[in-house]
Structures are given as C-alpha cells and as structure tokens.
Antibody, heavy 120, light 110 residues
Framework: EVHLLESGGDLIQPGGSLRLSCAAS????????MNWVRQAPGKGLEWVSA????????SYTDSVKGRFTISRDNSENTLYLQMNSLKAEDTAIYYC?????????????WGQGILVTVSS | QSMLTQPPSVSAAPGQKVTISCSGG????????VSWYQQLPGTSPKLLIY???KRPSGIPDRFSGSKSGTSATLGITGLQTGDEADYYC???????????FGGGTKLTVL
C-alpha cells in the first residue's frame, strides 16, 4: 500500500528556515517524480515544486524560487523541502504528492499534510 | 488569482447532475492534459480524473471529464450528499514551466 507521511512542520518566525520531510513506502520511490503542493488556511491548492525520480530535474513556482529547495534521498525513500527566508505568506498545509508513472502533473497519492506557520 | 478559472461554487439536488468548468489558456490547458481532484472537508485531495477524461481505479463512472481547446469540464451525475467537497482542476503551464491549480469549486448537494 502506498503511503506518504510528511513531517517537520512547525511555528517559525519570519526569515527563519525549516526542512520538511516526506517518508514514502509501498512503492518503488526512485521510479516516481514527486511534488510539494500547499494550501493556505481556507484557500485553494498551490503547486510549489517538483523533482524527477532521479533527482536530476527540479522546478519551482515563482514565489519560492531562490528560497526553497526540493531534494530526495532515494536510498531512504524520502522527499525533502528546504524552506529558507520564510514569509508569512508561506503559512500553509504542505502536502507531498506522487505523480502517476509516465504521467506529468497527475497526482495519484497524497500525504496527509503538515502545517507550517510563519508568524512572529 | 489563479490562471485557471473555476466557478467558486455550484449546487444541485441529490440525484441530479452538475458540471464544473475550468478555463485556461494556450500555454496550459490548450497544450497539456488536465486532472481533477476532490477534497472532502479536512482531508487531502484525491485524484478523480487524469489525462482529461480517465478515471483511476476505484473512481465511480458518475465522475467524468472532458477537454476542448483551452477549457475542461468535470461532470458528476447521480449526486450524493457525500459528494459535497471542493473540486480542483490542475495542469502544467509550458510557458511558466510551473504547475497550476484552479481556484477550486465548492459543491453543495442541496
């Protein structure tokens, strides 16, 4: 059974840093591209970042470029999101999501989400 | 404001049919496949439709998708109270080289 479990969320001050993790199980992790999607309180979904199965290719939404870094450790079946220079507008539930094999931007499995709150 | 435009809300009676539109442009829907997600209150999103009109295993055929030009549509027939949720369309934008979601549509089953 596919399972994605996020961790690392916290209350953090503006300008601070945080690293989110997403532990994957139940599938061949390195075969799949992975993404981070966030949802601000009471708002809609916002795509944040993607990484290829090998980790060799990454992409980001403009609002996080230069501040966030997506990475993965295929030996540990774990996806990461390093978030620096955090802003209040980064406050959201962050979901990791798996892209369907051979597909692009079709997310067939999602984690339960982890809350990041940026506030002084 | 999202580059994919969805109506904020739709409503219909149990047993009836509803459609939810998703309007974009040539750089996104016009040249890429669309997926649809259902988010029940307090839960993670769930994939309903991928590649414009395909249903993952376990998704009932009450849910359907279509795409024409720069717009996509989600259809739900035989509405049930359990279908009350937020629905999102999503696709890739080749010009932005970024993923996009619509603003979401809240479905109320009266």
């Amino acid at each position: 059974e596919v399972h994605l479990l996020e961790s690392g969320g916290d209350l953090i001050q503006p300008g601070g840093s945080l690293r989110l993790s997403c532990a994957a199980s139940g599938f061949s992790f390195s075969t799949y591209a992975m993404n981070w999607v966030r949802q601000a309180p009471g708002k809609g979904l916002e795509w944040v970042s993607a990484i290829t199965g090998s980790g060799g290719g990454t992409s980001y939404t403009d609002s996080v470029k230069g501040r966030f870094t997506i990475s993965r450790d295929n030996s540990e079946n774990t996806l990461y999101l390093q978030m620096n220079s955090l802003k209040a507008e980064d406050t959201a539930i962050y979901y990791c999501a798996r892209e369907m094999e051979g597909r692009h931007f079709d997310f067939d499995f999602w984690g339960q989400g982890i809350l990041v709150t940026v506030s002084s | 404001q999202s580059m994919l435009t969805q109506p904020p809300s739709v409503s219909a009676a149990p047993g009836q049919k509803v459609t939810i539109s998703c309007s974009g442009g040539s750089s996104n829907i016009g040249n890429n496949d669309v997926s649809w997600y259902q988010q029940l209150p307090g839960t993670s999103p769930k994939l309903l439709i991928y590649e414009n009109n395909k249903r993952p295993s376990g998704i009932p055929d009450r849910f359907s998708g279509s795409k024409s030009g720069t717009s996509a549509t989600l259809g739900i027939t035989g509405l049930q109270t359990g279908d009350e949720a937020d629905y999102y369309c999503g696709t890739w934008d080749g010009t932005l080289t970024a993923g996009l979601f619509g603003g979401g549509t809240k479905l109320t089953v009266l």
